[in-house]
C-alpha cells in the first residue's frame, strides 16, 4: 500500500511539471503581441502625473520563476499593494515567439528571468535588478522584496493600487 501511495504521488509531480512544462498553468500576463515601447510610453505619461516610478517586470509564461513571482505577490497582499502604490507596472515579454530584442537592447544585458529595471517618472534607467538576488529557498523573500520596493519605488499613491496599472500591461 505505501509502495501505491508512493508511486502515485510520483506520477502526480511528474504529470503537474509536465503541465507547466506544456503552457498549462494559469497566463501571468506576459503577452508576445504587446508593444512595450506603447506601454512604456504610457506608462511615463502616467508617471509624470503622479510621480511615481516605472518597474519593467521582463519574463514570459515559460519562465517558472514569473509565475513564482506572481504567486509570492497574490500570497502577500500588503507587498503588492505597496507595489502598485509606488510603481507603475508594464510587463514586457520575453519568448521565443518575440524576444522584444529592439526594446530591450536600450537596457543592461539580463541574466535571468524575471528581471525588473526600474525607471524614474520620464523612462530614465535608474536600477537593474536581478531578482534571484530577492529569492529566499524556493520562492521571494518578503523582507528582502519590501526593501527593494521601498528604495526603488516612488511617490506611494494614495489612489487604489488597480487603478495604477497602465493599459492591459499587468
Known sequence: MKGLLVSTLI???????????????????????????????SAIEKAQQ???HILLKVGGEWCSWCHY????????????????????VVKVNYSKENKNEAFLSQFPKIEGYPHFFVLDSNGKLLHSQNTAELE?????????????IEKWGGKPLTETPEENHSPKSN
Open 50 to 52: 503622479t510621480g511615481q
Open 136 to 148: 529566499e529557498g524556493k520562492g521571494y523573500s518578503p523582507e528582502k522584496m519590501r526593501e527593494f
Open 11 to 41: 506520477i502526480l509531480i511528474a504529470f503537474s511539471g509536465l503541465m507547466f512544462a506544456r503552457g498549462d498553468q494559469e497566463k501571468i500576463g506576459y503577452d508576445p503581441n504587446r508593444d512595450p515601447q506603447k506601454d512604456l510610453a
Open 69 to 88: 513571482l506572481e504567486k509570492f505577490f497574490k500570497s502577500h497582499p500588503r507587498l503588492e499593494e505597496e507595489l502598485l502604490k509606488r510603481f507603475i
